[in-house]
């Protein structure tokens, strides 16, 4: 028995575009809701391996960064946690707001060349994250970038693509850090992510370099 089924937000121009499209296809606007449903779920049921870049150019915009992430990951399929020096102050807020540190005491990722301290960490999130998926906001690359390069820092974001941690990774960056490394060393942070975003002034957003053709900029 088919029944009428109402959903929130979804207005008359967004029913018409259905009806239209359906009639296209020559098939029920049901089917293609059915279909869209059963694609979303398959989706929420996968769970993702996300590593994202961040870089800030001030405090509060990486402080009203957090809390939205906090603000929108409450439930309790996410677990929270933070990597970083204790002094920092986003360290403070977040661990302020009960997310669990992952760093290994005591914490001194840049003192030795051999990238072991790094390894570990990784290791110790991503057996964290086969317990429950893994919001994870991590500053030991900056560390790198700021104490060491950018180049250096490079190294650790290739160690952490191979063992990556159920969830989603998000690795911060002072914007001047970035932005007074070689233009190398900032193509090859932004391959090493999914995705790179700035900070700036409270608003988020995505940087990405694409691939043009010369004869479109003369057309």
Not at 148 to 160: C, P, Q, R
């Amino acid at each position: 028995m088919q029944k009428t089924l109402y959903v929130r937000s979804f207005d008359q121009d967004l029913h018409k575009k259905l009806e239209e499209f359906a009639k296209e296809q020559g098939i029920k606007p049901g089917t293609i809701v059915e279909d869209a449903l059963e694609k979303w779920i398959k989706q929420k049921k996968v769970v993702p391996r996300k590593h994202y870049a961040i870089i800030y150019s001030d405090k509060e915009s990486l402080i009203d960064f957090m809390q939205k992430i906090q603000n929108n990951t409450k439930d309790s399929e996410w677990s929270h946690v933070c990597l970083g020096p204790d002094e920092h102050f986003a360290l403070k807020y977040l661990k302020k707001h009960d997310w669990l540190d992952a760093s290994i005491k005591p914490y001194n990722p840049t003192k030795k060349s051999d990238y072991e301290y790094p390894k570990k960490v990784f290791d110790k999130l991503k057996a964290m994250s086969k317990k429950k998926k893994t919001m994870f906001m991590g500053f030991m690359t900056e560390d790198f970038a700021h104490e060491k390069s950018l180049n250096i820092a490079n190294k650790v974001e290739k160690i952490y693509n191979t063992k990556r941690a159920l969830g989603v990774t998000f690795c911060p960056y002072r914007m001047e850090d970035v932005m007074s490394a070689p233009m190398s060393d900032i193509f090859e942070l932004i391959e090493d992510h999914d995705k790179t975003m700035i900070l700036k002034d409270g608003k988020v957003y995505e940087w990405n370099f694409k691939e043009e053709n010369t004869f479109k900029l003369l057309v």
